[in-house]
């Protein structure tokens, strides 16, 4: 279930992201953890391993097939789906109709990184 870990500044904080109950051995730690620092645990909607499976899919699409140049596909702040980067001249439209998921999808545009 583990989704993934992030540290807030305010309040300063480690946050646990965790898809459905969490295990005796992690919430033991988290416990522990709390004696010393403040511990967040936030449900997530999805898996690290989900996310990661789901990504991969996306990122294989074929684009000759699909006539859209991915760049990246990560995994959204909250573990609530994925963000897909792709490329500058893609039409969003487009974009959105052949890029289907069962999770929720942001988009943005990105590119090769070029040195000045």
């Known amino acids: 279930g ?9 309040p300063s904080s480690v946050v646990l992201f965790w898809k459905g109950p969490l295990p005796r051995p992690v919430q033991g730690l ?14 997530a909607v999805y898996s690290q391993d989900e996310l990661r499976e789901e990504a991969r899919r996306i990122a294989a699409l ?3 097939r699909i006539g859209v140049k991915i760049w990246g596909v990560g995994s959204l702040n909250d573990c609530s789906g994925l963000t ?16 289907a998921s069962v999770m929720k999808l942001e988009f943005s545009f990105g590119g090769p990184i070029m040195a000045l």
């Not at 988290?30 to 449900?43: A, I, M, P, S």
């Not at 897909?84 to 890029?99: K, M, Q």
């Open 2 to 10: 583990f989704g993934m870990l992030a540290v807030e500044d305010e």
């Open 30 to 43: 988290v416990d522990e953890l709390q004696r010393t620092v403040r511990v967040v645990v936030r449900d």
């Open 62 to 64: 074929d684009q000759a």
């Open 84 to 99: 897909v980067v792709i490329d500058r001249s893609t039409d969003l439209a487009r974009a959105r109709h052949e890029i």
